[in-house]
């Protein structure tokens, strides 16, 4: 019912240099979670959420992260669903 589903919460998470998974703001899983219903295989510009992550972006085909600017690291990006009960 509607509390079940008030009760999720979409985290996307990236795995950082030191192999820990790291979870983005809450406005950028929004974000993400728009861009994917708009279109599932599409790349989400993160710096449109928040500055300091301008030069990402999410290939969601691949579910990698990667800079525009530089090109490198190809960090992994995952989806789980946190309980809050």
């Known amino acids: 019912g509607l509390l079940a589903s008030m ?27 728009n861009v994917l219903k708009g279109d599932a295989r599409g790349t989400v510009i993160l710096g449109q959420v928040d500055p300091q992550l301008a030069p990402y972006v999410i290939d969601l085909q691949s579910m990698h992260q990667f800079r525009q600017d530089t090109g490198e690291s190809q960090r992994h990006v995952y989806l789980c669903n946190v309980d809050l009960n």
């Open 7 to 33: 009760a999720k919460v979409v985290v996307w998470e990236w795995l950082n240099e030191h192999g820990r998974w790291r979870s983005y703001s809450a406005a950028v899983c929004h974000h993400i979670e």
